[in-house]
Structures are given as C-alpha cells and as structure tokens.
C-alpha cells in the first residue's frame, strides 16, 4: 500500500495516527509559556472553561458534560478529523508525533543529536533547554502530543534503538527524562514518556515474553518514568511492546496499577503502535488512549466488556492531560509553520553534541588539534556521516555543514587531504552476474529451491541466476511460504585486496567465500522505516584479483517478517584502504571516521564496527603514529585497534551538528564535555544476555533477566569484569581537582545526604567537570549493589576557578525493593559514599549513617 506522501504501508498507518494540526487551551501546575497571559474564568454553564480551577477540578467538570459516547469517542479518537464532535466542548483534535530528538518526519525543523548523547552530556539544564526547542517546533507544526521522550533502559549495547534512549543507568536516564518532559510540556503539549516497560531490544519485540523480578523493575525499570512522572510532570505515558512476565505490558493490570498509583501518572496510559496485545484487555487493564490502537473494537465500551467506568476513567485522564498541558486552552495554529528550526535551535544542537562528545583517550595530548598541521580526513565524514537512529526517532537534518568542510574550514583546504577510506554501515552495490560462474561453467549462480526453511530435500527447483536480487516476494513461482535456497559458484574479483560483501535481508542467510563464513545471520526487515538508508549486514575477505573463488549463499525465509522474504546481495570488489594509508603517510594526524547505522526493527549482531572499518584504523594507525578515531556511533563498539591509536572520540549521532561539534572539539574550539552513559564492553560477552531467537516480529521468545537489578555498571561490579570503558568515563583537554570531600546526613527525610565538594580547575583551559557521586553496598544481607550511582553535578571552570559543588542522596537510593513485603525498605547503619569521574575512578569520602 501507498500513501499519498508515497510512503510504505506501515509509514502511512502511523501519519494517519498523527496528522494535522487542531484547536485547544492550558494550564495547572506545569510552567507553560503562557503562565503569565491573563486567566480566564469560567464563563456560567461552562465551569470547565476557567483556568482559575485546578486541572483536576476543570477535568471533573467537563467529564460530567460529556455524553458518553463522547467519551468513549475521546478514548478511540485515531485521526485528527475524528475529533471534530468534541469541539462544542472545546476539546481540541490530538496530534500526535515522535519527538525523542526532533520531530520525525517533518522538514524544516532541527535534528538534535540523539538522546543518548544528550545524556551524555550529565546537564540536566541544557536537557530542559533541548525538550524546549522541540516543544516550540513541535506547537508551530500543529503538533499538541509529543511521543517521548523514550526512557528504555540499555540492558545490552547490542539493542538496536539504543541511542533513543538515556544509557544504562535509572538516575541518569530519570534525571535527564524529567528535564526534556519539563521542556517540551512549558509549550502546552502532552510529553507521552515511553515506553513502559522492559523494552529493551528489538528482536522479537512485539510478542517477547521479558522474564523479570518485581525488584528490577522497581529499582532498574520503573525509577526512570517515576522521576519523569512526578519531577518532570509527564502527562502521558506509552505502553510498550513485550510482555512481562507472560502479561503483555499493555493488558498487564499489575504494572499499570503500579505506573498509576506508586509512580504517580495523573494523565493518561496510551499504547504503542500497534501492539499484539488484547485491546479490550488493554483498555480494561488500564490503558486510557486507543489513539494508537486503530482496530479497537468500539462496541466493547458498550457491550459490558469494558466497565463504564473504567472508560470514564480513561476519558478523565486524558482531560486531565490537555487541561494540564495547556493543550486544551492554548489552540495549535491553523496552519503548520513550514519552517521552524532557526540559529538558536541549531546553536543548541551544535552546544549539545560538544558537550555530549566523550574524549574516551588522548595519548600524549595529541588533541585539540592544530591548525598547523597537514590532516588526513578519512572514512564517511561527509554527507555520509550518520545523522540520527533509524526508525520512529529519525529526523531529518536538513544540509548540514559535513566534519569534512567543518576541518577544512578551520585548517585550510591546503592542509587538508581526503580520502574516503570506507564506505561506512551501508549497503552495497548488487553484484553484477559477469563474476559469477556456475559449477558448470556457464555465467551466473547455480540455484536450488527446497521446500521449508532448512534446505533439506530435493530442490523444488533448480535455475542458473545472474545474481541475487529479490524483494517482497519469491525470486521464482511455484515455491511455498516457507522455503530455503543456496546458490552456489564461483566468483572472480576484478583487484587484490580486501573484498566487502554485504547482504540486505528480510529472512536468514549464510555467504560462504574461499572457505571463509562472512555472514551466518537472521532479520525481519531491510528497508529501515524512516530512516534515509538500508540496513545492510556482511563482512570482509581478503581476495586475489582474477582468482576465481568458491562461494555458497544460503537462504531461508525463516525471520522474514511483513516485508516478505527478500535478498540482494552486494560487494565493494576494490578496497579504499590502500589510498587512505597513502593519505595518512602524507599528513602529520589522520583523523579516521567510522560509523554504524542502528535503530528501530533489528538489534545489532554484535558489537564489532560493521564492514571494513576495523581494518582501515589498523592500517592507518599502523602508516601514521599520530591518528585519531571518531566514532560516529549509536553507541560502544569493541576497539580491537585501541592500542595502536591516540585518541578516540566517542561522538554518537549528533543530528544537524553532525560536522561543526566534531570539528571544533578536535581543535580545542570546544572541550569535549561528555561522559559515557553506558558502559564500554571489553569484548561480547560482557554484560546481561540478550534473546537471539527468532527474530521475526511474532517470534513469542522469551528472555529472562537473570541478572536481576545488576544493569549496567552493576553488572560488572558484580562479575568483577572490567570494561573497556566504565560508565561515567570521558576525559578532557584541562584537568580538575576533587578536595574538601563532606558528607553530611539528615537522618530521616526523603533528603537522606549531601555531599559536597570543592571542584578546581588545574589546567590552561576552560573545561567542564561531572562530579559523580556512588553509594556502596546497603547495611543489610540482601545483594544490593557495590556502587549505586546517588547523583551528579557539572560545572564549567575556567583556568585556576574551584566551585564547591553538592549533590543531594535522596532515601529511596538509599533502599531496596523488598519483594516478601511488597515494599521499599531502607535498612539502617552506615553506607559508604565515594565521589569520583567515573564508576571505576572514584575517591571515598565518608558515609551516610541512615536512621
Ligand atoms: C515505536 C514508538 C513510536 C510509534 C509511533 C512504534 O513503532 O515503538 O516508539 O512512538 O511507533 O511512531
């Protein structure tokens, strides 16, 4: 199906969830931009209408005025237009749009670096200012319900939208969420926070069955959306996917129970996009919002099935949310701005990809760069750069100035050379038949078609194929749903050197070339949705030129999901590599790009850089001592080359500030502010596991959480692993001294602790600082962590300044979830505190003693 917008039959579902602009008004509680405009009081008959009343009261009010398949129509509302019978009542048309770091889907707007990068920056003041951008875009677009931001915790790297979220760690991941909500929600719009919960990985997601404790999810899960809920003021959240614990969380009474009365959600429950969960279940169980349900059946409000009051209920809530927002009395503008990013808001996203960038290491302070000196650019630093995470978080980044002519700009075009290196995280070229000999002789492929998805049997039938090109459907008639094939031949590459295949995929396949397994992997989808590139998967080889080779590809249709079965397989025959070591030999510093390319519908298979690249800063590092390594990356990859470079960037997804960021960290015109969110593994195996089934959609695999509440750094604290980075890392181009350490304890209030200490700047430059404070093991014989992250605080210095900095140790981390009594229990005695620049480099520096 196409859309108008010719978009693919999933894109134009979720447009007609979203479209359109609508009518409305504000108020109560939350700072909203239109606080200080003169109040209305309610006109007589309309006691809903006075912004004098609580939202409370105003929702009560109008509820009462409702019939009720008006409520049940402001529970079912889908499109725009269909909110038209509510408008006497003045309640505006909901629009809805994804807004995790800019507004998916519209043009003219700014693409903000990914949240994981913004949470890389440890500044909750520039995550408020960053929700606010968005708000103010989002309102002049016509848009009044902001889908995010997204607080899925990173159990494991290897999930796919793990840049979508705030890391590893609940207090960052709580802390950063409530301050973008505060942002978005002060332009009288709905922050619906997603997505509750255990979402976290792709593969299987929408049938995942999560095995996990009571205790983790109150202590790892739930703390994200409760501070995000009562600090921020989040008026909606989103249900996720999986289910939890065989409950599928959007039909799961226990956890709504829990979001709404121990978290504290006064608005409203949505889904999300369509989720398999049992809607009238859903609806019963607690969700408010069908706005993202479409199939819900309507007469389920009216047969008995739902309690009428439960849709009351629902109705109430989400009145709730647009009297709260604003939403209701601030009406959205009749038509859409066509532009709304402006310098400002590209300002604040080149600030946060600086502040976001993490200096992971820098040997012999061969950064900040000078301008003097000649430098190789090599790899994807141009437009093909990675901009943002494919899928419902992808904003488009207009033309944005690349890391190429960022460098160029600052060191002169004379200084600069350039060689491409690699290609990046992107699909190859199809492989043209004139390489390919069948094991008769003739040009092509040799194909066998089996019955099933093992290849086993008699082929169904057997062709020669020119290559290997097919997409949504069978590359011959005759076969069943389910079936496999192997193609088998030889192939000639044209030159010596390092051969890159790749393979786009909906199915499972196996490449096989000279002996060598490039690729033994399954995906459910190939077309990343929303994203501007496809997702390949593949590997390298190293070929002779006119040496014909043995290769065998294998396909199955098994884990091909709604894209049907699909495969074109591609090669990059002749390496970039040997130019870009050429380059690097010239120039004084080689500055090496690389990237993946991640998001929503596929995790990544490991944590290796895709492609090439891992070969191309071998080789470069190996021709130029002096090499740098920028990792345009969704997040850790392994390093197997660490040893043999001097500096490592870690610069995520950076959005429109993709190349100006990068290019004023290298040369020192910004100081790279960030600190690593998540934990780096040491090699794949570290950290909790991750469900590799079935991949496909309607996998119905299950995962266990074995790991319990040890997420993150708490995983290897527990393991006594050690990572190639911890958690809270990143290095700067100043240094900083940590004196004066205090712990104070209050004893029993909510505020258990403050630790204070004095900050200074020991070095020539300005820089910033994150003063992490961890609380070790809790005064009880239960397994609680050895170091819990308590709280942070960054302060910018310039050269000699000390600022005294504290931090305040709320009780709640001080306890654990006790789950015989269903309960947070804070156990007396001493816990020992320590303050440091990463998990693993901290300084003790006294205990709290908890009455
Ligand atoms: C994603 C959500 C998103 C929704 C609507 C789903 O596939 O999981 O994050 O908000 O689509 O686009």
């Known amino acids: 199906m196409t859309s108008p917008r010719g978009m693919t039959r999933r894109e134009a579902v979720a447009v007609s969830v979203a479209a359109l602009g609508g009518a409305a008004v504000m108020t109560a509680g939350l700072p909203t931009a239109a606080a200080a405009a003169p109040r209305t009081t309610s006109p007589a008959g309309r006691p809903w209408q006075g912004e004098d009343r609580s939202a409370a009261r105003r929702a009560d009010a109008l509820l009462a005025a409702m019939t009720f398949e008006e409520q049940v129509l402001l529970v079912t509302a889908v499109d725009p237009a269909e909110y038209a019978p509510l408008a006497h009542l003045g309640i505006p048309a909901m629009t809805r749009v994804d807004a995790s770091d800019g507004l998916r889907g519209d043009t ?189 059946p309507k007469d389920a409000f009216t047969d008995g099935r739902i309690p009428k009051e439960r849709t009351r209920d629902a109705a109430r809530r989400i009145l709730y949310a647009l009297f709260a927002s604003g939403a209701y009395d601030n009406p959205l503008p009749d038509t859409p701005a066509d532009v709304v990013t402006n310098a400002a808001h590209q300002e604040l996203a080149r600030t946060t990809g600086e502040g976001a960038t993490v200096l992971l290491k820098n040997d012999a302070g061969l950064l900040p760069l000078s301008r003097k000196k000649t430098v190789a650019v090599i790899g994807p630093a141009g437009k093909d750069a990675v901009t943002g995470i494919e899928g419902s978080s992808y904003v488009d980044p207009g033309d944005f100035t690349t890391a190429l002519e960022a460098v160029t700009a600052k060191a002169g075009a004379a200084r600069v050379l350039f060689s491409q290196g690699s290609l990046g995280d992107v699909a190859l070229t199809t492989i043209p038949g004139d390489v390919f000999t069948t094991p008769d002789g003739v040009p092509g492929l040799h194909a066998e078609f089996f019955a099933g998805e093992d290849l086993s049997g008699t082929p169904l039938a057997t062709t020669t194929t020119a290559n290997i090109d097919f997409r949504g459907g069978n590359p011959v008639g005759g076969l069943p749903s389910k079936w496999s094939a192997r193609w088998t031949g030889r192939i000639t590459p044209p030159a010596t050197g390092l051969v890159r295949f790749s393979t786009l995929l909906s199915g499972a396949a196996r490449i096989v070339v000279d002996g060598v397994t490039l690729l033994d992997e399954s995906r459910f989808l190939w077309d990343s949705f929303f994203g501007p590139k496809e997702s390949a998967i593949g590997g390298v080889t190293q070929l002779t030129g006119g040496r014909a080779v043995d290769i065998t590809v294998e396909y199955s249709t098994r884990d091909a999901g709604w894209n049907g079965p699909s495969m074109r397989l591609g090669w990059q025959p002749r390496s970039l590599i040997p130019a870009a070591v050429a380059a690097a030999e010239k120039a004084d510093v080689a500055v090496v790009f690389v990237n993946n390319y991640t998001g929503e519908g596929f995790d990544r298979d490991d944590l290796s850089l895709p492609g090439d690249q891992n070969q191309l800063i071998q080789a470069v590092a190996a021709a130029n001592p002096d090499t740098v390594v920028v990792l345009n990356t969704s997040g850790p990859v392994l390093m197997p080359w660490l040893g043999k470079v001097k500096s490592v960037l870690q610069a995520w997804y950076q959005g429109a500030a993709t190349g100006t960021g990068i290019a004023n960290i290298l040369y020192g015109d910004a100081e790279p502010g960030g600190r690593l969110p998540v934990t780096f593994p040491a090699d794949e195996h570290q950290g909790p596991s991750v469900y590799t089934g079935g991949k496909a959609d309607d996998a119905n695999g299950t995962i266990t959480y074995d790991e319990g509440i040890h997420v993150g750094y708490k995983w290897y604290d527990k393991h006594r692993a050690k990572p190639l980075f911890p958690f809270g890392h990143g290095l700067s181009y100043t240094s900083f001294s940590h004196d004066r350490l205090r712990v104070t304890s209050h004893g029993r209030g909510d505020q258990a602790a403050e630790v204070a200490v004095d900050v200074r700047n020991t070095g020539r430059r300005t820089g910033s600082d994150v003063v992490q404070v961890y609380v070790g093991h809790l005064p009880t014989k239960v397994d609680t962590p050895a170091r819990t992250l308590a709280g942070f605080a960054k302060v910018t210095l310039e050269p000699g300044q000390r600022r005294r900095l504290t931090v305040t140790v709320t009780r709640r981390t001080l306890s654990y979830w006790d789950e015989s009594r269903n309960t947070w229990v804070t156990p007396t005695g001493k816990v020992p505190v320590y303050v440091g620049r990463s998990v693993t480099d901290v300084e003790y520096a006294g205990t709290i003693t908890v009455h």
Not at 157 to 185: K, M
Not at 230 to 247: E, F, H, Q, T
Not at 267 to 273: C, E, K, S
Request: aromatic share 8%; charged share 25%; net charge negative.
């Open 108 to 296: 003219g707007v700014t693409a903000f670096p990914a949240p994981n990068a913004l949470a890389a920056t440890f500044d909750t003041d520039l995550a408020e200012r960053y929700g606010d951008a968005i708000g103010t875009e989002a309102r002049a677009k016509g848009w009044n319900v902001l889908l995010g931001p997204t607080l899925d915790i990173e159990r494991n790297p290897r999930y796919g939208r793990q840049a979508e979220s705030y890391g590893e760690d609940p207090l960052v991941g709580g802390a950063i969420g409530a301050a973008v909500t505060r942002g978005f929600q002060k332009n009288d719009v709905i922050a619906q926070v997603k997505h509750f919960t255990v979402y976290n990985q792709e593969e299987g997601r929408n049938s995942l069955d999560v095995v996990v404790s009571e205790r983790a999810l109150r202590e790892v899960y739930y703390p994200a959306f409760e501070h995000t809920v009562r600090d921020g003021g989040a008026l909606s959240v989103m249900g996720s996917y999986p289910k939890v614990n065989g409950v599928y969380a959007c039909q799961d009474a226990h956890i709504i129970d829990a979001l709404k009365n121990d978290l504290g959600l006064k608005g409203y429950l949505g889904t999300d996009y369509y989720p398999s969960a049992d809607r009238v279940e859903a609806i019963k169980a607690g969700v408010d919002s069908a706005a993202l349900m479409p199939d819900m």
